[in-house]
């Protein structure tokens, strides 16, 4: 089941970017990239903010701020041109207030959104959350942790508590790899794209192997972090042999290998 899955992923990375995912990169260029007192300004001041940008940004996106709503208030800096006619790069010099507002604050035409993971994992769920445990692996939900479905912390998950079942089944299997296979020595010491790419297609075999839609999410999620079919290729035995312990916890695999207990007859 695990083969057939990845042989699946492999030709639809192989494929190249869906047009969904490019519709979703262009959307992303359109967007500052925020510094880290920046990060923390939004979330003390509109701690369930999912994605950020100016009034301005905004409106080129389709979309309008509600009238009434109030600025999230962050640093920008002031640029001016080195006198070096040789370094094109601007200096920032001072820093001036700025307001960005969060997407909840406006109204307008849908955004560009990944291919989500569809359908019911039904038991799935709850068997998954019982190997998160037995890995001695707290879990947490939040929508404290900015615009991540999770997070992988060595020991501990945190998802965000908005999540639709499948979606939730997705990301959680997706941040127990991380804990698997990335976080066992207290270092990350592969690349990030090696280490997603892994995570996704983990998610992406045990997904299938219960059932779920995953459309192009799986494929489309590799490709953002610039993953490929050889770095799929290259890391195929630790996915294969990660995907068949989690699809053996979540599926009746597991618990057909054990042996039955015989059953006490009174005296």
Known sequence: MADKAMEKLVEAVEGGKSKRLEAYLAMLGRFHRYSLGNVLLIASQKPDARRVAGYRTWQQLGRQV??????????????IRKQDEDDDEDEA?????????????????????FAKVEGNPG?????????????GIELEYSNH?????????????????????ASEF????????HEMLHQSEGELSESKTARETEAEAVAFAVCQAVGLDTSTAASDYIQLYD?????????????KDTAGEIIGAVTDERRREQPQLPVAVAA
């Open 66 to 79: 509600k009238q009434g709503e109030k600025g999230i208030r962050i640093l920008a800096p002031i640029l």
């Open 93 to 113: 010099i001072a820093f001036k207030t700025a307001c960005v507002f969060d997407v909840s604050q406006t109204d307008g035409g849908e955004l560009p959104e």
């Open 123 to 135: 038991q799935a769920l709850e068997r998954l959350k019982e190997l998160v445990s037995e890995h």
């Open 145 to 165: 942790i900015g615009p991540a479905e999770g997070a992988s912390e060595g020991g501990r998950i945190i998802l965000r508590t908005d999540l639709e079942p």
């Open 170 to 177: 997705s990301v959680l299997v997706h941040e127990l790899v």
């Open 227 to 239: 993953g490929k079919k050889e770095t799929l290729l290259a890391s195929l035995k630790r996915i």
